[in-house]
C-alpha cells in the first residue's frame, strides 16, 4: 500500500513561486511515476507533470513548461513540483498521484492519491 502526503500549497499574487511536496511511503515499482495533477473549479482534470521511478524522465503539460520544474529526492521518498511565474489559470487543487507510467502520455495511470493541496494565485 502506498500513501502520499502533499504539502506546499497556499495563497499567492501572480509571478510568485510555490514549491509542493509529495511524501510517499510504500513500495513503488519499477515502470511506475509520481506525478501531479490539478483539479479547477468547473474544468477538467488536467495531468500537470511527472517524474518515472526508472530514469527519472519527466513530463510536463504544455501549460506549464518552462514555469514548473518536478524533481526528486530518492533518500526522502518526497518528489517536489517547483512553479515559478504563477499565473490565475493554475489555482487549482493539486494532487501527487502515483501508478505505472503511461507511456502514450507521460503521466501515471491512478493508483495512489494524495489528499491534495489547495494553490490560489491572485492580486
Known amino acids: 500500500q502506498v500513501q502520499l502526503v502533499e504539502s506546499g500549497g497556499g495563497l499567492v499574487q501572480p509571478g510568485e513561486s510555490l514549491r509542493l511536496s509529495c511524501k510517499a511511503s510504500g513500495f513503488i515499482p519499477e515502470y511506475h511515476a509520481i506525478g501531479w495533477f490539478r483539479q479547477a473549479p468547473g474544468k477538467e482534470r488536467e495531468g500537470v507533470s511527472s517524474i518515472s521511478t526508472n530514469d527519472g524522465a519527466t513530463y510536463y503539460a504544455d501549460s506549464v513548461k518552462g514555469r514548473f520544474t518536478i524533481s526528486r529526492d530518492n533518500a526522502k521518498n518526497t518528489v517536489y513540483l517547483q512553479m515559478n511565474s504563477l499565473k490565475p489559470e493554475d489555482t487549482a487543487i493539486y494532487y501527487c498521484?502515483?501508478?505505472?507510467?503511461?507511456?502514450?502520455?507521460?503521466?501515471?495511470?491512478?493508483?495512489?492519491w494524495g489528499q491534495g493541496t489547495q494553490v490560489t494565485v491572485s492580486s
Open positions: 498521484v502515483a501508478g505505472p507510467l503511461d507511456l502514450r502520455l507521460g503521466l501515471p495511470i491512478p493508483d495512489y
